[in-house]
């Protein structure tokens, strides 16, 4: 282990100079929502390339339709697996801007925190991986495995251009590895670091159910025609059963039961419903029958209702049946379930609940199946010793209830397993003003990280 | 009947002088929602009074904290009924100016219609009462009761200040009267003139669902939470059952059977359900079970959505919990139920179906309780036979399906009757661009008002 006490070290000796690089990375206004701010999106490219660059690794900057990849890798190393890092150096727009205490763009220690934008989401997070690359270099002079970097401009908005490179021919070889290691998501809480093994999948549609050619006045028409915002309430209210059980015809006959290990593992997280619901500003908790609060949002799939809207929205009282009401709706998958079966579920569900006088229009929006890996891999034991080592503390093995398309087409694409290190808090305002990093974190990260690729290069490649 | 034939021959003659005189009406832009318009809407109120001062009545501008009241009345005729004409000279707003044919107050003459702002509603509809007041004072040198007028300014947008006038204790004597007449409303098809002999009520509200505190991301908390779309979903579902039945608790507690008598009546209308589906663009006609098309419209209570608004309504798909939704929604009331008492149903049934973790808020927006008018009544009979002959058919007794507020108010102000005339047609587009009015209807609607004076005065007083 000598060769990681020199790292550590060395690690120990270079967190000012860390520090500054991320300050760096974070001044440049690296916005991908907003055309405005092309120029500082190309800019965090360069930026990011220079860093891969300088820790001595090869580097590519791969030009797309859009910002462009950055792509670098370590040596070869033969008979050890290889790693592909992915992360992003693109950002959240900073409205609200007003709500800032300090500039989003000037990032400022307070309390132990980094603010900025992107401190956590994600240049923060993934940078811990290229200054731990850097640290194997300065110190050892190459990495004990091959270590490769994709990292885009634009996952804030869709991933749209990585998606296309992976589809081309080459992207296979040139990506090709065992494992893909993501840092872009959190803890279970704070000193409690977690890997994510499990993410759900969506599947997200918009509805409109149209009556009548045009608004009609509900003194005259009312009780003569199918008011389409009644229609649709009493359609929406029928996609959930008393005990929070999706409708949909053969919804669940591709969700595996949860193991019991999982059950218990996450039990044993004694998740505290009644903060929770304090935290939210809810009375009480609610979802599917027979699952606890972690189960119905890491592991069972759900319905949410995002946007409704029909007729007369301002002051005061209009009184009209308006001819339109429509809504946007997603169900979150868990691993098995496909987003095209669940389309076809949401048409033979509407074809046979349309009632009279009222048609109704789905539109496919978007979807991606979720994705879930072996908790019990190699690869999950080496980021378990490394995080421990580096945070003081055995992570937990948690799922997550969003959804990450770009995971899953990277898993099926490449064949490898994925690995969910989140060095972020929940409190990190990820999208929200005054986003920060904690400090202590971003140096445990790189510590982690450091230690991962040793223990990685000891699993068989 | 010599007098009658006179009159018949006066009016005749006065056509073009009538016509004119609409015009000039028509000219002065009085939309009494616009500020802007303010000066138009008491060149109106003006206008109005010199006509009635002309045709020889005692008139009276009546100021008020918004547009003047106009008030006008002919001599006490002992042992004879007083009838009051209510109308209005304001109009709606002319908007969307760019789909007139003709400027809006530039009145225009096409195929037998005069197209203007207010042509129908209800400047020319109200002056065929003015006129043929004029009609008597200059052939017959009075009128053959006492006829008074009390003209408003702000019907179009709540009739607020002759509300705050009809509960000022010198409002019953100055408006005492056996009968109010009205015309503001439409024939029942071209061709068939009606009367109609009831309005519906209504109670409106505004529905506020709250779940947490602000939105979630619904990957991360989906499953974990109440939505507050799917809560007000569930809960408008919930108001209508199967059969289209309102669900509050002793919602039909007051609500009268139908009298076989109206049922026989209006089936005879031979209401054509597939030709009025056809015009609305609909499939198919829905409704409470049980009741036929027009007496769901006329004489059943009703339940409707006017507007519906949650979470996201823009481009695309975003994941959230909405932290709120909202919905506007009315109950058209039949006589003998009150607003008060269904807001308190309403609020009961909130209560009795608030699911966990939401906070449901209930506004109430406005209410006014439904008309009905005995259909046998001799003021009833005296219209049938003024209308038979300037109409050359019989009008139909029918029921309106809107509301007027001040219509009940007045009738439970005064003690009077309510004899509903309605000059205009469907298509006239009260509200719309390029409203008219049939010129050959403005003709027959002064002839049938100077008839109806005649005949009510044969009414006991």
């Given at each position: 282990m000598s060769e990681l006490n020199a790292l550590d070290q060395y690690l120990q000796q270079s967190q000012p100079n860390h520090l500054e690089l991320l300050k760096r990375l974070l001044r440049i206004p690296s916005v991908s929502a907003d055309p405005a701010y092309k120029d500082g999106v190309r800019q965090a490219a360069i930026a990011v390339l220079d860093t891969l660059a300088t820790a001595g690794l090869e580097t590519e900057l791969i030009e797309t339709d859009g910002p462009p990849l950055v792509f670098a890798q370590s040596p070869p190393v033969p008979g050890k697996p290889v790693a592909l890092v992915y992360g992003h150096y693109d950002v959240q727009p900073p409205?609200?801007?007003?709500?800032?205490?300090?500039?989003?763009?000037?990032p400022s220690e307070r309390n132990g925190n980094l603010y900025a934008r992107g401190a956590t989401d994600d240049k923060g997070q993934m940078l811990t991986h290229v200054l731990s690359a850097a640290a194997w270099k300065a110190v050892e002079q190459q990495l004990p495995m091959q270590v490769k970097f994709l990292i885009e401009g634009e996952e804030e908005v869709g991933s749209e251009q990585f998606e296309a490179f992976l589809a081309r021919p080459e992207a296979a070889e040139k990506l090709a590895c065992d494992v893909v290691v993501i840092s872009d998501s959190g803890q279970y809480a704070p000193g409690q670091p977690a890997i994510t093994y499990g993410l759900r999948g969506i599947a997200y549609f918009e509805l409109h159910f149209s009556g009548p050619k045009q608004d009609l006045h509900s003194g005259s028409f009312g009780g003569a025609v199918n008011n389409p915002a009644i229609a649709l309430s009493k359609f929406l209210a029928s996609i959930l059963d008393e005990d929070g059980r999706i409708q949909l015809p053969g919804f669940y006959d591709s969700v595996k039961p949860l193991e019991q290990s999982e059950r218990t593992l996450w039990n044993e997280l004694r998740f505290d419903d009644e903060q929770f619901a304090q935290q939210l500003g809810v009375s009480a908790l609610l979802g599917?029958?027979?699952?606890s609060t972690l189960e119905r949002r890491w592991a069972r799939p759900t319905f949410d209702i995002h946007g409704l809207w029909s007729g007369y929205q301002g002051e005061g009282g209009k009184t009209i049946i308006p001819a339109k009401a429509s809504a946007k709706i997603s169900f979150r998958l868990v691993p098995d379930q496909s987003p095209q079966e669940v389309a076809l579920q949401l048409q033979q569900f509407v074809d046979s609940h349309t009632p009279a006088g009222v048609r109704v229009e789905v539109i496919d929006l978007h979807g991606g199946p979720g994705v879930v890996v072996d908790p019990h891999s190699p690869f999950i034991a080496a980021a378990q010793s490394s995080i421990q080592t580096a945070f003081g503390t055995a992570p937990v093995l948690i799922r997550e209830g969003g959804s990450i398309p770009i995971v899953a087409a990277m898993k099926d694409k490449l064949e490898a397993d994925v690995l969910l290190l989140g060095w972020g808090?929940?409190?990190?305002g990820a999208h929200s003003p005054n986003e920060k990093f904690k400090i202590a974190d971003f140096y445990r990260g790189i510590r982690a990280s450091t230690h991962l690729w040793h223990h990685l290069a000891e699993v068989a490649g």
């Open positions: 409205d609200p801007l007003g709500l800032w205490k300090t500039p989003p763009f000037e599917e029958k027979g699952y808090l929940d409190d990190d």
